[in-house]
């Protein structure tokens, strides 16, 4: 089975701080995924990466960077965390285009 | 850009079928699929239909696929309260699009 983790279920954090967000999947994917969701909104893609090293911005990057050093593993940055950012990320990996498979999810709150 | 669209919210009784819709506007599809997000929980792939086909039967779970209409449902039978979660349909076209969710509660 594939299994994606993430580093935290619920986090809570002060405006201004760093947030890090990691992401691990153990079966070897390509793609990886990092998504937020919110009521009514769905799933929002922010960034995704296709290869070590590589990244691509989703559709609302902004506020966030990532880092994809190791092929298994890839971490949402949040700068300069802000109320507004306070969401469910949920990370994705997959092999190549198609199917993707989700780790549970990382509540953020950010006061 | 390319967009889908899911109801927000559908209730039902147990035991009777749920009819979840969703309609989407990139033809480009190669995939549809259907997640099921329970509460606290990310995502699990509950099945997914080719575009060339126009229906799969997967046990209480029931695809339909109108390409051209750009519509899709699913339908479970013999609705439980174990099924009460967020749907989400997906549309794996030039990227894969979600829609919002539909939040399905059942009702005893």
């Known amino acids: 089975d594939v299994k994606v983790t993430q580093s935290s279920r619920y986090l809570v954090k002060r405006t201004g701080e760093k947030v890090f967000l990691e992401c691990v999947q153990d079966?070897?994917?390509?793609?990886m995924f990092w998504y937020r969701q919110d009521p009514g909104l769905g799933l929002r893609l922010i960034y995704f990466?296709?290869?070590?090293?590589?990244?691509e911005k989703g559709d609302i990057p902004e506020g966030y960077s990532v880092s994809r050093e190791k092929k298994e593993r890839f971490s949402l940055i949040l700068e300069s965390a802000s109320t507004n950012q306070t969401s469910m990320y949920l990370c994705?990996?997959?092999?190549?285009?198609?199917?993707?498979?989700f780790g549970p999810g990382t509540r953020l709150t950010v006061t | 850009g390319e967009d889908v669209e899911q109801s927000l919210f559908l209730s039902v009784r147990e035991g009777d079928s749920s009819v979840i819709n969703c309609t989407y506007t990139?033809?480009?599809?190669?995939?549809l699929y259907w997640y099921k997000q329970e509460p606290g929980a990310g995502l699990q792939l509950l099945t997914y239909?080719?575009?060339?086909?126009d229906m799969k039967q997967d046990q209480r779970l029931t695809v339909l696929l109108n390409k051209k209409d750009k519509h899709l449902s699913l339908r479970i039978a013999d609705t439980q309260t174990g099924d009460s979660a967020i749907y989400f349909c997906?549309?794996?076209?030039?990227?894969?699009?979600f829609g919002q969710g539909t939040e399905l509660s059942v009702k005893p």
């Open positions: 997906a549309n794996q076209g030039g990227k894969l699009i």
């Open positions: 990139d033809s480009s599809s190669t995939y």
């Open positions: 239909i080719f575009s060339n086909m």
């Open positions: 994705a990996s997959a092999a190549g285009a198609g199917e993707q498979y």
């Open positions: 990466s296709y290869d070590v090293k590589m990244k």
């Open positions: 079966m070897d994917h390509e793609n």
